[in-house]
């Protein structure tokens, strides 16, 4: 199995730009979350989905940030207009839901670096 | 609102040294816990995952042990060697299965030859 799959692995952009970071989970999985990993914070949690719908996405910090999932096997994260504050590392993760638990499985992120 | 905290944030000991990286939680109302190991420039890579009703989970020279009521988890690594440099991320899951995890900050280990 491929893993979870990220694009960008980097990308440096200008204060203002709109942001895309992609994802795909690993086949079969039917959760999906997406992190934010910051020297400050540590990691955090900013929404994740079960069978393609938003379940939680308290942790998303401003409207600026938006995600979506239209199919079980890609993800989105768009940042919109992209600040300074927001660079960071964004991990993906996936796992399948049991009863008892699972592992969670992550991706080995988007490096973004807003100038 | 559920806090993790590990100490130390970095540690170096001499290979071949047993160690032990703890983690603390501020709610006992748990539905896991897992270790987790971050190499530089990387993701996360899950170690060891203990269910709430266990109270501990081995693999190699890897022990992790969960105590509920006190909120503290512990990682052992035994013979440690300098391949198992990297950083040891605790994570807590929730009262439900659902996938959430709140991470501690980190333990930062260097092994050295």
């Known amino acids: 199995d491929a893993g979870v799959i990220q694009s960008p692995r980097h990308e440096v952009t200008e204060m203002g730009q709109e942001v895309t970071l992609r994802c795909k989970p690993i086949?079969?999985?039917?959760?999906l979350f997406w992190y934010r990993q910051t020297m400050m914070r540590g990691l955090e949690l900013l929404i994740y989905?079960?069978?393609?719908?938003?379940?939680?996405d308290s942790g998303m910090p401003e409207d600026r940030f938006s995600a979506k999932m239209p199919n079980a096997s890609f993800s989105t994260l768009k940042i919109q207009p992209s600040e300074p504050r927001d660079s960071a590392v964004y991990f993906c993760?996936?796992?399948?839901?049991?009863?008892?638990?699972?592992?969670?499985?992550f991706g080995e992120g988007s490096w973004l670096t807003v100038v | 609102k559920q806090e993790v905290t590990q100490i130390p944030a970095a540690l170096s000991v001499p290979e071949g040294e047993n160690l032990v990286l703890n983690c603390s939680f501020t709610?006992?109302?748990?539905?896991?816990l897992q270790w987790f190991r971050q190499d530089p420039g990387k993701g996360l890579t899950s170690l060891l995952l203990?269910?709430?009703?266990?109270r501990e989970q081995t693999s190699g020279r890897l022990n992790a042990s969960l105590d509920k009521s006190s909120g503290r988890s512990t990682l052992y690594i035994a013979a440690s060697q300098p391949g198992d440099s990297a950083t040891y991320l605790c994570?807590?899951?929730?009262?439900?299965?659902?996938?959430?995890?709140?991470f501690g900050q980190g333990t930062t280990l260097q092994v050295k030859p």
């Open positions: 709610d006992s109302a748990i539905y896991n």
């Open positions: 989905f079960n069978n393609n719908v938003p379940i939680d």
């Open positions: 994570a807590v899951g929730p009262s439900s299965n659902t996938g959430k995890l709140i």
């Open positions: 203990i269910q709430s009703s266990q």
């Open positions: 993760a996936s796992r399948y839901i049991q009863v008892t638990g699972n592992t969670i499985y």
């Open positions: 086949s079969g999985h039917n959760s």
